[in-house]
């Protein structure tokens, strides 16, 4: 027996009823957010009359906020088109179909619109009028679509039911009956849970993008992490070796008893890169690297630096370290002469200068001090007045110990600083 | 009982790795000629037969300037632990950032483990480093530190010194991923707190880099540790050079600098670095 459930009204969810039929069986066909169709072979010891299944079904629906129609009918067409005529529970008894189509508009059956026009150039109103119909007839004028028609308005199937794909979630849940505390136990474990979730994932052409990580304890609580390396991956030697880390720097503060897994799925990365460049390290082993670098990472202490468009000295950005394919047409990295480099203090340390004649004569710093035997400046700077100004005067300076060193005058503090050495 | 009074074959099990069943060599002579054949042994046991056709000669990371790669022999070579040291403003940042930029120039891969946080991206961005392919890890600085390394809040030096062996295990990590063709590790400027570190961790670090394609490059103010194959470049300050006489109006134009190779190296290089 089929069960056709449409809702009148819009649904909250445009899952909501295709979620209500799952609830009863795991063959739904879906025409879209509305109607469905439920194969409801098999539930007959669970509800003995139709009427009592489709009494649960339309309480299941008002249990979900769902304004629903229900119809049971021993034809799938007949289930469905039934559902969206009639409010409430329709029951068709079996031989009963043409019967019960008979009298509803034949805008229902699901006919284009021009067919529709030609039916009604025929006289056709109803499901009825169309199903007394002779199909050859039908067939010469309309072709093979003509007496498939003519069997739908009779409540006769044509085609197979198609079930409607299941959401796909990549899960894996491991009951431990002893808990475990410690890694190295916990890796053959993960192991286990990994293997099987990657080959599903490997199945589907996927890898995953993030994996999140519950640990239920013995204190019966949770200890949660989520993973999201720099590129995916479908590896469960990189994943185990992910979450061990992870467990290591933010170790559970009790003994594990459940695992429980979940992998964002993504499709798996093509790329294309350069036969002649040197090749990229793979994502994986980089991921993998760097989370065993988690102190730095962590802190936000690592990445690769990155210039920002303003004049304020010093700026940068650091993000993270993501290296892709040299870009086509660089020129190859040529000899050119070695450059002066700042090493930077951060921040700037507070200093003692003396001046002669406007030109620094003394530093005395924290770690540096002594005479200036030559200067170089001043380079004014100033910028940002409308957010935190920064205004100074540059000086590169030679110590008299050998040390240069580069000192600037902070116009608006009236402070000298050094910025850093010259090196 | 000193090392001295210890019966030879105690003196030998660490070393040989348990086998305690040989007799113990008898004179130094034959104690080295036994050490450098285990040695030897095992660096040969590591490098597996080579393909036809191929070159397994492991080609030196240059620097890009011409003075110093003739002086180093070419760059500096990977698989072993160099050095760059000398005082400051000695060129030792710029010969580094000139490394970096050499090697990232190619498409491959470079990391700066920075325990005092020194870098100046804009200078190394000025130097030709593909900032892209530089792994930069920053040393952790508490707040409001001013002073000498990581602040001189008087903490103690034990927080700095941890640090600095954080950073040397970060190398650790870095070297033996094998993805990048540089790491290096500036010491420079904490002298004092790396005395306190034990002499096993540049021991550590040089077997570690051994079997790898990676150069492991320290900078530093003095000699740290040089693995025998690796390259010591030293460098001393030679002056600054202006536009015109030092004052208002000038400019820094270059830094000069001398380097020698080794730390007995007869051979010298005169070296300018153009001020940006």
């Known amino acids: 027996m089929f069960g056709g459930l449409h809702a009148p009204r819009a649904l909250p969810d445009a899952g909501a009823l295709v979620a209500l039929a799952r609830s009863f069986t795991p063959r739904v066909e879906a025409h ?109 004028r309309l072709g093979p679509e003509g007496p498939r028609l003519v069997y739908r308005a009779r409540g006769e199937d044509a085609g197979a039911f198609v079930q409607a794909p299941l959401p796909e979630r990549f899960e894996a849940t491991l009951e431990l ?21 990657t080959a599903a994932l490997a199945a589907r052409g996927a890898k995953a993008a993030a994996l999140a990580v519950e640990l239920g304890l013995t204190d019966a609580s949770t200890h949660a992490c989520s993973l999201r390396p720099a590129a995916p991956s479908g590896d469960p030697r990189t994943w185990r070796t992910l979450v061990l880390l992870d467990l290591e720097a933010h170790p559970p503060r009790d ?106 004569s003394f530093v005395g710093a924290p770690g540096v001090r002594g005479a200036v035997t030559a200067a170089a400046g001043p380079w004014r700077v100033s910028g940002d007045w409308w957010d935190s100004a920064f205004s100074r005067e540059e000086w590169d300076v030679a110590l008299v110990g050998g040390a240069a060193l580069r000192v600037f005058l902070d116009r608006l503090r009236g402070e000298w600083f050094v910025e850093g050495e010259l090196d | 009982m000193s090392a001295a009074t210890l019966p030879a074959t105690a003196y030998w099990t660490p070393v040989i790795g348990g086998i305690t069943d040989e007799p113990a060599p008898a004179s130094v002579a034959e104690r080295k000629r036994a050490l450098e054949d285990l040695l030897r042994a095992r660096r040969l046991q590591a490098d597996a037969p080579p393909l036809r056709g191929e070159d397994r000669r492991r080609r030196p990371l240059a620097t890009g300037i011409a003075e110093l790669d003739a002086l180093l022999g070419g760059g500096f070579p990977r698989g072993e632990l160099n050095e760059i040291h000398g005082p400051a403003s000695s060129g030792r940042t710029g010969v580094l950032l000139a490394l970096l930029a050499r090697t990232t120039g190619t498409g491959a891969l470079a990391a700066l483990v920075d325990p005092l946080d020194r870098l100046d991206p804009a200078s190394a961005a000025a130097a030709g480093v593909d900032l892209e392919r ?25 927080p700095q010194v941890k640090a600095l062996a954080q950073a040397t295990g970060a190398v650790a990590t870095l070297a033996g991923a094998g993805l990048f063709d540089v790491v290096a590790l500036d010491l420079a400027g904490a002298d004092h707190e790396r005395r306190r570190l034990p002499m096993t961790t540049w ?46 109006a000038c400019l820094l134009k270059a830094l000069r600098a001398r380097a020698r190779a080794g730390r007995h190296g007869l051979r010298t290089a005169e070296l300018v670095l153009a001020a940006v």
């Open chain 2, 203 to 248: 021991l550590r670090l040089q077997r570690v880099v051994e079997n790898a394609t990676t150069a492991l490059v320290m900078l530093a103010d003095g000699h740290v540790a040089c693995s025998p194959g690796g390259r010591a470049l030293a460098l001393e300050p030679a002056g600054l050079r202006f536009s015109g006489s030092p004052g208002p």
């Open chain 1, 32 to 140: 879209g957010p509305t109607p469905v169709l439920l194969d409801l072979s098999g539930l007959g010891r669970l509800w003995p009359t139709p009427h009592a299944l489709g009494k649960a079904l339309l309480a299941a629906a008002a249990a979900r906020a769902i304004e629903a129609q229900a119809a049971l009918a021993f034809t799938r067409e007949t289930a469905l088109v039934v559902a969206c005529a009639c409010p409430g529970l329709s029951v068709v008894p079996a031989g009963g179909e043409a019967e019960a189509l008979a009298p509803l508009p034949l805008a229902l059956l699901e006919v284009t619109v021009e067919q529709q026009e030609l039916f009604a150039r025929w006289g056709l109103r109803t499901i009825g009028d169309l199903a007394r119909m002779p199909p050859a007839a039908l067939a010469a």
């Open chain 1, 255 to 360: 003994a594990i008893a459940r695992i429980t897994l979940r992998a964002s799925a993504t499709p798996a990365r093509a790329a294309q890169f350069s036969l002649l460049d040197p090749a990229l390290p793979s994502p994986e082993r980089l991921a993998e690297t760097l989370a065993r670098l988690h102190d730095w990472t962590e802190s936000g202490r690592s990445g690769s630096p990155q210039l920002v468009d303003t004049h304020r000295p010093g700026a940068f950005a650091v993000q993270s370290f993501a290296p892709g394919p040299l870009p086509r047409g660089r020129p190859e990295a040529a000899r050119s002469a070695p450059r002066v480099a700042l090493r930077a203090y951060r921040p700037p340390r507070l200093a003692h200068v003396l001046t002669k004649a406007g030109v620094p």
């Open chain 1, 177 to 197: 009956d002893w808990p475990v505390e410690g890694l190295e136990p916990l890796a053959f474990l993960l192991a286990r849970v990994l293997e099987p979730l």
């Open chain 2, 134 to 158: 530089l792994l930069w890890l920053r040393g952790p600085r508490p707040p409001g530190c001013a002073g000498r390394l990581w602040g001189a809040s008087g903490s103690g030096e034990e």
